[in-house]
């Protein structure tokens, strides 16, 4: 049996989503630059808001293979906050956002802390894009993560932007999805 190299069926759903049917969903995500098909890579799906639609939208990418899931998961959340996914996808957070730690916890936890930069600017929508395109990007990636405690300079908040509930671990939520790879 012939199997696509992953970088090639990325190229051909990135193709085939260009000639679609015109029925309004979010395109499929371009695919990764030659240089992210190294041994050493792994490819991502990243979840960002689409400008059109509000849906959270793939955006194909890669990560470094790390000796630990922590240490790789701390790549695709760098990865997510850095990236700027052109099209008619957009990255929810500021530019000067940055990851200040990644924690794995027990039973399928995690704990992001972000720095100060997250909390500008923004209201509901854009709280609810920052927080659930980065954790519907972690769980989806690594589904050994159910919920994610989100911190800002290493200090818990009742609120990101004045809306949803920081101070609980949060799940996904599926429902923001668009249709995923």
């Not at 894009?129 to 911190?151: D, W």
């Not at 920081?166 to 996904?172: D, G, K, R, S, V």
Request: aromatic share 8%; with cysteine; proline share 8%.
């Amino acid at each position: 049996m012939h199997r696509l190299p992953l970088l090639s069926f990325f190229a051909l759903l990135a193709l085939l989503a260009g000639c679609g049917g015109g029925d309004g969903t979010a395109p499929a995500a371009p695919a990764p630059s030659l240089a992210d098909n190294s041994a050493n890579r792994k490819q991502v799906v990243l979840l960002y808001p689409s400008e059109k639609d509000g849906i959270l939208a793939p955006f194909a990418s890669a990560v470094e293979i790390s000796e630990t899931p922590q240490q790789e998961m701390t790549g695709l959340l760098r990865a997510y906050l850095s990236t700027v996914p052109g099209g008619n996808l957009v990255n929810p957070f500021p530019e000067r956002t940055a990851l200040r730690a990644f924690y794995l916890e027990e039973n399928g936890r995690a704990v992001v802390d972000l720095d100060q930069w997250a909390f500008e600017g923004g209201g509901t929508d854009t709280e609810t894009y920052r927080i659930y395109g980065m954790i519907n990007t972690i769980c989806y990636n690594y589904p050994e993560i159910r919920s994610v405690k989100v911190l800002v300079d290493g200090q818990e908040r009742e609120t990101l932007l004045g809306h949803i509930d920081l101070l609980n671990y949060i799940p996904p939520e599926p429902s923001l999805n668009g249709k995923l790879p």
